[in-house]
């Protein structure tokens, strides 16, 4: 709640002000840049035939968002056929561009105010991320103000979203019109996410804040200071929170980094046990292939003997009284059976060095194997060392990119506040301005109040409720904490004085209805309105302390005594006609009965006083000026 202090105090914050920020200059140029960008919510702004709560409220977005919180890394539509849908519009195969939620209002929905869009926003936020009330609530004002700036910008929305994201988007509809009543069924208004499992960072802050937006909130007349500061506040608690998530990162590449070293130094071994075991391999298969080559030789000079053992032998048999064919036969029988045993020899020789040599070849694949393998994992470490240096730098640079957007927009804000503060002095010091009211419906006979410069005449503010009925106002005063004519809003402006009406008109397009109100004296809004319903053609009149309207009591009207708080005291057990005159007098309240008389109500209790048509009669000329009223027959 804001509260608005004296010009003394005003001055004090003045003088604290200026000089922490002598040097800053306020460029108005450049605030009244953005022109047609500007973005102002129109809302309905009569009362209510029923007041949602705020709870109630919020707890739409909250169920909505704790639905996609249940399925958070799955795209789905959630609300089907409800008021409210959104689609979770997420695809991590595309990189480059924004997920985002969409929320649809559709064409079933009632939602009249913006301060009520957003608080289903706010719920949405709460329930889908996590986020707590207040940083919901700062991130629904962006994101209503960030739609509203795109509206029907489809091209914006390409180029920054996803296509999952763009095809359930349309032309004519994307983002959020600045009047309530082309929200129904054509509102497709997109939230940009960033991180979605953190509860400080699942919105793109960056994206819903950027020029164009803080631009737009700058024309508000207190430029939009609040919300911006506590966008600030959002931001550098991202930026602590993604430089802590770097500092982690950091130190954990420099621990993987560690385990690098370690198992390069794996690996080197390995790789180093690898080569000596296939060397080993490849002396071992020269032996091998020696030793058959000797095996061979033997074997070919055995098979040669024997050949010539044979032929000896041969000639033997065919001179047997030749002893010298026969000692040659003899000797060349020997030599085969050598020959013979040598090549045997050779062979098991290099039978064995093959094996031998197998055995190596096995041990140098294994180890080659081993390896491949720690050489993969000095691979896999080194790219884990590079992941985790990235991320540490990724995560470095959103800090660093929150940090500057924070302090640059901190210091956008206190030039807004120098500014705003010297205009508010300035308005502290200027007396020369009344409140009225003027018509705004000439055949219906609805006004609005107006502020005038009493030296110029010049119009210095109109009031955004523009049904006020029966062309009278009257300013009641206001408790000092403001509290008694705010209990309906915790928004709400407190101010010293307000001004009592009865506003409003049916529409049945809408939540409209008649009611008494209190509107503040700044902003002129509605800050308090009755339960009751008031009778579109209902008097307002007041006795100095309490005042007097018709309301609807079941299925008739009856006269109703408020204070000035707009807290019903009394209603009458009479009936009367919704457009009774209520002529207050020391005796009662005149009024036409809705069977036609004119009675008399006690002031105490509202009951009707037992009296006759002369004493009446004689009532209503003592207090009206003698007016002529006809009797009841």
């Not at 919901?136 to 509203?148: E, H, Q």
């Not at 509605?526 to 007041?542: F, H, P, Y």
């Amino acid at each position: 709640m804001k509260i608005y202090k004296l010009a003394s105090m005003a001055a004090v914050v003045a003088l604290t002000l200026l000089t922490t920020i002598s040097a800053l200059e306020v460029d108005e140029d450049e605030i009244r840049s953005i022109g047609n960008e500007v973005v102002t919510f129109e809302n309905y702004m009569g009362p209510h035939a029923y007041i949602e709560t705020v709870d109630a409220i919020r707890s739409i977005g909250t169920g909505l968002g704790r639905q996609v919180a249940a399925n958070l890394n799955s795209a789905a539509t959630y609300g089907k056929g409800a008021k409210y849908s959104v689609i979770h519009a997420i695809d991590p195969s595309e990189k480059s561009k924004f997920d985002a939620d969409i929320l649809f209002i559709n064409e079933n929905a009632q939602v009249d105010h913006v301060r009520n869009l957003r608080r289903i926003i706010q719920g949405y936020l709460m329930g889908a991320y996590g986020y707590n009330s207040n940083d919901a609530a700062t991130i629904s004002t962006f994101v209503t103000v960030y739609n509203a700036v795109y509206r029907k910008n489809i091209k914006v929305f390409t180029e920054r979203y996803k296509n999952v994201v763009v095809q359930n988007l349309t032309a004519d509809k994307c983002g959020l019109s600045t009047k309530w009543d082309e929200w129904p069924g054509n509102s497709q208004i997109v939230i940009p996410l960033f991180d979605m499992n953190s509860s400080l960072s699942a919105v793109d802050t960056s994206a819903i804040s950027d020029k164009r937006v803080i631009d737009s909130m700058r024309e508000k007349d207190d430029r939009g200071i609040d919300e911006r500061k506590n966008m600030v506040d959002i931001k550098e608690r991202e930026a602590e929170d993604y430089s802590n998530k770097a500092q982690k990162s950091a130190e954990d590449a420099a621990q993987k980094n560690k385990q690098l070293e370690e198992q390069k130094k794996k690996s080197d071994a390995a790789n180093k046990d690898a080569n000596q075991a296939q060397k080993d391999a490849s002396n071992a298969k020269k032996a091998s292939e020696d030793a058959k080559k000797n095996a061979d030789k033997a074997q070919k000079d055995a098979d040669a003997a024997k050949k010539n053992s044979e032929k000896a032998a041969n000639d033997a048999k065919n001179d047997p009284d030749n002893k010298q064919k026969q000692q040659a036969a003899e000797n060349a029988k020997k030599k085969a059976e050598e020959a013979e045993k040598k090549a045997q020899a050779a062979k098991q020789a290099a039978d064995e060095k093959q094996k031998a040599a197998d055995q190596k070849q096995k041990d140098a694949d294994s180890k080659k194997s081993a390896a491949e393998t720690e050489s993969k994992k000095t691979a896999d470490q080194s790219k884990a060392v590079a992941d985790a240096q990235k991320k540490a730098s990724d995560q470095q640079s959103i800090s660093d990119k929150k940090q500057a957007e924070a302090q640059k927009e901190r210091t956008e804000i206190a030039k807004d506040q120098q500014r705003l503060l010297a205009a508010e002095l300035e308005d502290l010091d200027n007396k020369n301005s009344v409140i009225g009211l003027k018509l705004t419906d000439e055949e219906t006979l609805l006004s609005k109040m107006i502020r005038i410069d009493t030296t110029s005449g010049v119009i210095l503010r109109e009031s955004p409720v523009n049904v006020i009925r029966g062309r009278s106002i009257y300013p009641v005063a206001i408790e000092a904490d403001g509290t008694s004519a705010l209990s309906m809003d915790s928004d709400a402006l407190a101010t010293p004085v307000m001004y009592l009406a009865v506003c409003g008109e049916t529409l049945s397009t809408n939540n409209a209805a008649v009611k008494l109100c209190l509107i503040d004296s700044k902003r002129m809004e509605i800050q308090k309105e009755s339960n009751e319903v008031v009778a579109e053609d209902s008097v307002l009149t007041t006795d100095g302390t309490n005042f007097y309207c018709v309301i609807k009591d079941g299925g008739k009207w009856v006269v109703a005594k408020y204070d000035s708080q707009v807290n019903l005291l009394l209603k009458s057990p009479v009936p009367v006609i919704s457009n009774t005159p209520i002529t207050v007098t020391p005796k009662g309240l005149v009024v036409m009965s809705a069977e036609g008389p004119v009675v008399l109500l006690n002031l105490k209790d509202l009951s009707q006083v037992t009296a006759g048509p002369a004493t009446l009669t004689g009532i209503v000329n003592e207090n009206t000026a003698k007016a002529t009223i006809t009797p009841a027959k």
